[in-house]
């Protein structure tokens, strides 16, 4: 796919891996609309990167009324979507059972539907427009959805039940929506990462933030999100790339604790 004027939504796109892949498809000629919360965020990558290239659309990717507008939203200022890019998501700390009682139930759920349901909500719709493209090149493509799981997905820690959970869900996807969508010419593939450098780390003991650089095989040190961003840009412009899940980890296999 030639990114060039071609249009991505970017779920979780004003901070963190979302923003430096909405920075990395504006610079290969892109339009992007940012799904987020975070209206202030948004503005700051939209003074960044330009009006002209950027959108912002306040969306919970949990709530289909929300994700409907958004999409709607995108239609009416770009006139299509060729790209979904899901990176929206939470994390919490809980065991499955500990000294204050059994995992409570509302926050296992939280975590479940913004990061397995969200991603699969605005994966729908965004197909549903992507279905309506005129192919793009001589194979018929019409468009690529790009899901972000986890390292986690493989190797939860303890306290990691929930979030483990939802980013295995969102592997476990993966393939079957390729097969899915595969006859409207629409990929599907999914981000694994590992540990990316984002603002939680900055607040981190410099003794943790070095333990956890050192767990790493190589290269010894966090991501980038940059590097999340250029593979982004590979999955979609390389049409050939489909129904896979892709780790960026370093070659790090998480341990129990």
């Given at each position: 796919?030639?990114?060039?004027?071609?249009?991505?939504?970017v779920t979780g796109g004003?901070?963190?891996?979302?923003?430096?892949?909405?920075e990395a498809y504006v610079a290969k000629g892109a339009k992007v609309a940012?799904?987020?919360?975070?209206?202030?965020?948004?503005?700051?990558?939209?003074?960044?990167?330009?009006a002209d290239n950027v959108a912002f659309f306040s969306v919970n990717v949990a709530d289909e009324e929300s994700v409907k507008a958004g999409i709607d939203g995108v239609i009416a200022a770009f006139g299509a979507i060729h790209i979904c890019n899901n990176f929206a998501g939470i994390g919490n700390a809980c065991k499955?059972?500990?000294k204050k009682g059994?995992?409570?139930?509302?926050?296992?759920?939280?975590?479940?539907?913004?990061?397995?349901?969200?991603?699969?909500?605005?994966s729908r719709f965004a197909a549903e427009q992507m279905a309506k493209n005129d192919p793009i090149n001589d194979d018929g493509g019409r468009g690529v959805i790009i899901n972000t799981a986890s390292i986690a997905a493989y190797e939860?820690?303890?306290?990691?039940?929930?979030?483990?959970?939802?980013?295995?869900?969102i592997v476990g996807m993966t393939l079957p929506m390729a097969r899915d969508l595969a006859s409207y010419g629409i990929r599907v593939n999914t981000i694994v990462p590992g540990l990316i450098h984002t603002p939680l780390f900055e607040s981190?003991?410099?003794?943790?933030?070095?333990?956890?650089?050192?767990?790493?095989?190589?290269?010894?040190?966090?991501?980038?999100?940059?590097?999340?961003?250029?593979?982004s840009v590979f999955i979609a412009e390389n049409d050939y790339v489909n129904g896979e899940c892709i780790r960026l980890d370093g070659a790090i296999r998480m341990q129990p604790r």
């Open positions: 796919m030639d990114l060039t004027g071609k249009v991505a939504i004003a901070s963190g891996l979302g923003r430096a892949t909405v940012i799904f987020d919360l975070n209206e202030a965020n948004g503005n700051e990558v939209i003074a960044q990167q330009g499955t059972l500990s059994p995992f409570p139930l509302d926050q296992y759920m939280q975590v479940i539907n913004i990061n397995l349901v969200g991603t699969f909500n605005v939860g820690q303890v306290g990691q039940l929930a979030y483990s959970a939802s980013k295995g869900g981190m003991p410099e003794n943790v933030y070095k333990s956890l650089e050192s767990s790493v095989c190589y290269p010894q040190r966090l991501g980038k999100p940059g590097e999340i961003g250029h593979l």
